[in-house]
Structure formats: structure tokens, C-alpha cells
């Protein structure tokens, strides 16, 4: 009897034991992460200014958002810098993985090479592209140090253009991590599948459009949660590469979000659209979430 019950405890012990050590970090992650959030959207139905205040007002800092012109401005930017961004990674990703999945030399060169830059932070990234797109030390003088003197790229000055500076560090970043995601897609197919296609009289055409990319539907799914991800956050490359500008025409919610709490000393709206961001990315979540889960049922 002594020795059925040693030998239960310590089977309860050891269920036990992964909760106890687990606890204290989830106890953290529900306070410091998902008690904010809660604290976040209390704080857009208040009055608060400079600092937090808890005079109720509803639905007033909302309907003020939506009338400001700087936050029309964000949005139509976010809306141009994700649609691009996805797109124009998501092309580059997979043609950069079709190309290393042909089992070429030097990938194993090549791979770390694309991956390179998602090591880096978005503040390197924008600081080393300011530098490079900078009309007075970075390319544009380059080309006239070589005698180019009618080349102009003077984009990251220009308000209508800047944002698409935006877009192209961006995408610089984060095409190799698409890549990866892809090549690791293409690595899993069957090919079994493959070899039964071309044994049909499949072309190499035929053999991705109506099977490979169809099989990579998970991969596509997953770069564009985590491209979204990234583009509706992206206030340290904006702030890095332009600060917003030239006045206010790279601003993103993310920014517009800072500088309305910390800055203009209006954080009910500040939240208010801290919340709105959060819907955003929740709509994408979700339904991603819901589709894994349900799959795998």
C-alpha cells in the first residue's frame, strides 16, 4: 500500500510539476500583455489626456478618430504599404524558393544570403536605408560621383512617393523569410505526386499551377498573417526610414497611435486607435486560428 501511494504521488507530482513551473510566466503574459489590453480599451472610452483619467465618455473618442485628417491619412498609407508588401514579398518569396528547390550549388550559401536581413531589426533597416535612399549621401550622389549627373531617385523627399520607400526596405527585410516558409512547403510535397503528374504528360507549367502552388496553401496562409502582422505594426521602420514624413505623408496608425497618447497628449483617442489596430489584427487572426484548429480535428 506504501508503495501504490509513493508511486501515486509522485505521478501527480510529475503532472503537477510543468503547471508549477509554467504558472509564473502565464501569470505575467496574462498581466503585463492581456491586462493592458483590457486597460487599453478602458482607456478609449475615457477622457484621459496626458495621463490615464477615468471620466466615462463612451463612444466620443471614436467618432473623434475618424474625423481627424491624419488618421484618414494613416489608413490610406497602411492600406498602400500591406497590399504592396504582401504581394510584392509573397512573389518574391516563391520564386526565390522555386529557384533554391531546384537543388542548385551554393544553396546552402544562398539561403542564409536571403535570410540575412530578417536578423536585423527594423530600426537598422530603415536607419541603413535612409542612408542608402537620401538624396545627398546615398545613391542618387553615388550616380553623380560617377559622372550620372541626370539621375535622380529623391523618392524618400518627395510627400506623394515616400511612402513606397516604405515598401521597398520592407520588402527587402522580409522576402527571405517568405522564402523560407515556401522552400520549406516545397520540400514537403510528395514526390510521388509529382512523379505521377509528369508520367501524365504534365508540364513544368501545369505541374505548379494546378498542383504545387494549390499544395502550398498553408504557406501562403501563414505569410500573409505574418506579413499583415508586421505591416499594421510597423512603427519602427517607418519611424527609422522617414518619421512619418515628409510632414505627416508616411504616417501609419502605428505612428499616428504614438505620437496622439505620448505626444499630443490625447491618449483616449491614442488608445482609441490602439484599439482599432487590435480589431484589425484580430480580424486576420481568427479566422486563421479557426481554419489551423479546425484542420486539425
Known sequence: ????????????????????????????????????????????FTDSRMLPSYGWEG???????????????????????????????TIIGLMLAIFLDQKIRGEGLLRPIFLYPM??????????????????????????????????????????MAIYTIVIAAVWQSSGFVMAM??????????????????DGASNWQLYRRIIIPLLRPAFLSAFVILSHLAIKSYDLVIALTGG??????????????????????MGIGAASAVIMLMTIAAIMVPYLYAELREKK
Open 119 to 160: 536578423a536585423l531589426s527594423f530600426i537598422v533597416t530603415g536607419t541603413a536605408w535612409k542612408w542608402f535612399l537620401d538624396p545627398g549621401i546615398g545613391i542618387e550622389n553615388t550616380m553623380h560621383l560617377w559622372g550620372w549627373e541626370s539621375f535622380e531617385f529623391g523618392w524618400i523627399k518627395d510627400r506623394n
Open 245 to 266: 514624413g515628409p510632414g505627416n505623408a508616411t504616417a501609419v496608425p502605428a505612428t499616428f497611435m504614438y505620437s496622439y497618447t505620448f505626444t499630443r497628449n490625447q
Open 182 to 199: 515556401f522552400l520549406a512547403g516545397l520540400r514537403g510535397i510528395d514526390n510521388e505526386i509529382l512523379k505521377a503528374a509528369q508520367m
Open 1 to 44: 500500500m506504501a508503495r501504490a501511494a509513493s508511486v501515486d504521488m509522485r505521478t501527480r507530482m510529475q503532472e503537477l510539476l510543468p503547471k508549477i513551473v509554467l504558472a509564473p510566466s502565464f501569470a505575467l503574459v496574462l498581466l503585463f500583455v492581456y491586462g493592458f489590453i483590457a486597460f487599453t480599451i478602458y482607456l478609449s
Open 59 to 89: 463612444w466620443t473618442n471614436y467618432s473623434k478618430l475618424f474625423r481627424i485628417r491624419e488618421w484618414d491619412t494613416a489608413i490610406t498609407n497602411l492600406a498602400i504599404f500591406a497590399s504592396l508588401y504582401i504581394v510584392i514579398c
